[in-house]
């Protein structure tokens, strides 16, 4: 089919099928990867495996091997096409975090792990079943601490009589 045993196919899409197919060509030419295009065509739906006469928007481009990968999104003409081709860099977030087990390099919706706390960051419970830190202890004397006790200043903790010195008016529901 193809002479050029590396050739690299690239996906164009988002581009409406009455833009002139040259022009679609002509960009990826003169983009920064200097695409040399062997042949291109425009897509087809299949049903059931069986090609149809309808046609799907997607341009297909078969290119020769080219250095450096296009971008995901490029301008043709007015609009804004979407680029998918094998070796293109990857759209993954290299910070992204999770926020079912908080560990890096991956989302909630391809977590292999358990759920962790965000509050007291252990396995086994979500932070709204978290009975280790509530945001507001009372203890005996009357003292209202939160749950950041271990790291704020004791200064800051009032009894519930010192309160109303501030305009705080408190009501404790028992």
Not at 20 to 38: A, F, P
Not at 115 to 133: F, M, N, P, S
Not at 149 to 168: K, M, Q, T, W, Y
């Amino acid at each position: 089919m193809n002479e050029e045993p590396n050739a690299i196919k690239v996906r164009v899409k988002n581009v409406p099928l009455s833009a002139d197919d040259d022009q679609i060509l002509r960009t990826l030419e003169t983009s920064v990867s200097k695409c040399e295009i062997i042949t291109h065509s425009r897509e087809r739906l299949r049903i059931d495996n069986l090609v149809t006469n309808c046609r799907t928007g997607d341009r297909i481009v078969i290119c020769k091997p080219f250095n450096p990968p296009l971008p995901k999104s490029l301008k043709i003409g007015n609009y804004w096409a979407t680029i998918s081709h094998f070796g293109q860099a990857s759209t993954s977030r290299p910070n992204m975090k999770c926020s079912k087990c908080l560990d890096e390099g991956h989302t909630a919706n391809t977590c292999p792990n358990g759920w962790k706390c965000k509050k007291c960051c252990q396995l086994g419970h979500r932070q709204y079943e978290c009975d280790e830190h509530s945001d507001v202890e009372v203890e005996e004397d009357n003292t209202y601490m939160t749950n950041m006790e271990g790291v704020c200043n004791p200064d800051i903790f009032h009894a519930r009589e010192d309160l109303s010195s501030f305009g705080i008016n408190m009501t404790i529901l028992e």
